[in-house]
């Protein structure tokens, strides 16, 4: 499998074995990569099981699961957009209108298989709308996927008058709150995703190209890989699954919420870049996506269970959203921590 998390101490080091040897010491950035969002997970856990009353139990941890299964469809497809250097910010907005689109269709009559269908193309289309703005107008990703948020935001409460839209016949309801053999149906679907997603970046050329693109537009471009296309593809991508997170949304809580999906463009992004993908794009893992993803659903629900009142879940996780910026603007420095023993030598040849 090829490895799109290389530190740099691996792309420094000289492939023929000769030149100078490489700098001695800890590389933060490749072992970050390779196992510590994995140590964070399990300690953070093991700290949540320790202090959070019932976090442990059969029942907390399969919820915990279904409540990580929209967020971890979102970063997955998020991760294609980062990967390319972008950043979408309309996922958010599209849950809700792609939501509010499967209740309005299902209630009208559609079979819910249409139904469901049509929320993600819903979904889809809107990324689309954001891959041909960003890539064949120039247009900065930022600004393009600012606007389209606000706009759906509004559609969305124009096509419910700004109320929920409840119904208690909903015929998709089980994709939300349904289990198969005991478990969540979201987790299963979110596991489908994955592993498309996954075989996707890892196992196709057009995943190499993605990740050509995010590591040198130019390069790509020169190197016979229509860039235009694969920007565009990533934000469809995103957008289609920003449709199923809000498909999924909407049949949890059997209704359409003109509110829905609000805040969760940041744990999405926050979700990918915790999982050690890279801002500047060119590299990350699918895998850690899926590990940033779990890491802020226990953190989620062990403040919840620990009564940590909701203004300060917002002050904690945008700390942990700042966290994760700093430590992929770390894993892009030679950062070491040279050996004691090389520090007294380099002292001592001063002296």
């Known amino acids: 499998m090829t490895d ?24 933060f ?22 202090i959070a009353p019932n976090f442990a139990t059969v029942g907390n941890l399969l919820n915990i699961a279904r409540s990580i299964s929209i967020n971890a469809i979102l970063a997955a497809g998020m991760t294609f957009v980062i990967l390319t250097a972008g950043i979408d910010l309309s996922v958010g907005s599209i849950v809700a209108v792609s939501g509010i689109v499967a209740v309005l269709t299902a209630t009208s009559g559609v079979p819910s298989p249409v139904a469901v269908i049509l929320g993600v193309l819903v979904g889809a289309a809107a990324g689309l709308v954001n891959g041909l703005l960003i890539a064949y107008l120039s247009l ?52 489908v995703v994955y592993l498309i997603a996954w075989f996707t970046l890892e196992r196709t050329r057009y995943g190499k190209h993605v990740y050509a693109v995010g590591g040198n537009a ?28 809000g498909v999924i949304f909407a049949a949890r809580v059997v209704s359409a919420q003109p509110t829905a999906g609000t805040g969760y463009e940041l744990d999405a992004i926050a979700a990918v870049v915790l999982g050690g993908t890279s801002l500047m794009g060119g590299r990350g893992r699918l895998v850690g996506t899926l590990i940033g993803s779990v890491i802020l659903g226990v953190l989620s629900t062990g403040l919840i269970l620990m009564n940590v009142q909701f203004f300060t879940q917002l002050l904690i996780k945008g700390i942990v959203i700042i966290l994760a910026v700093a430590i992929d603007s770390l894993k892009r420095r030679p950062l070491r921590l040279r050996r004691p023993m090389a520090s007294r030598t380099v002292t001592t040849l001063q002296s």
């Open 29 to 50: 950035a490749y072992w970050w990569d390779r196992v510590g969002i994995l140590v964070v997970l399990v300690v953070l856990t093991a700290l949540m099981a320790a």
């Open 140 to 191: 900065a990703a930022f600004i393009v996927t600012l606007g389209t948020m606000t706009f759906l935001r509004g559609l969305g409460y124009t096509m419910t008058d700004g109320q929920p839209v409840v119904s208690n016949v909903l015929n998709f309801r089980d994709i939300g709150n349904g289990y198969i053999a005991g478990i969540p149906v979201p987790v299963m679907i979110m596991a």
């Open 218 to 245: 130019e390069a790509a471009r020169l190197a016979g890989i229509n860039v235009r296309r694969v920007t565009t593809s990533v934000y469809a991508i995103a957008g289609a699954c920003a449709g199923l997170a």
């Open 4 to 27: 799109h998390s290389l530190s740099p101490r691996d792309k420094a080091a000289p492939e023929g074995g000769g030149g100078p040897a490489p700098t001695p010491g800890f590389d």
